[in-house]
């Protein structure tokens, strides 16, 4: 299949290429235990469960920087903003 052209002179499939490398996405770690829900609280920007297990959602909000609450978020964020940095990103 041929991509298509846009008024720009890009094909859709260059634009989608170029798009997923501004935007790539988010890295998950399937966890299925505490051990492992804590990796992904640390190292990765979200865990896949397979089953609805409240215990290890509430495990990983808790480990989560500044946890469900938005106010330790704002607070950790404060601090970037009074240490200098100009730009705070947040996955």
């Given amino acids: 299949m041929r991509p298509s052209t846009t008024t720009a002179g890009t094909t859709s499939s260059k634009r989608a290429a170029v798009d997923a490398a501004r935007f790539p996405p ?28 409240k215990r290890l959602i509430g495990r990983y909000r808790e480990r989560i920087p500044g946890g469900p609450d938005p106010e330790r978020h704002l607070a950790a964020i404060q601090a970037y903003a009074d240490a200098g940095y100009d730009e705070v990103h947040i996955l």
Avoid: C, D, Q, T
Avoid at 26 to 53: C, D, H, M, N, Q
């Fill in 26 to 53: 988010p890295i998950l770690l399937s966890a299925f235990g505490p051990k492992s829900v804590a990796l992904a609280a640390r190292a990765y920007e979200g865990y896949i469960g397979a089953w609805p297990a």
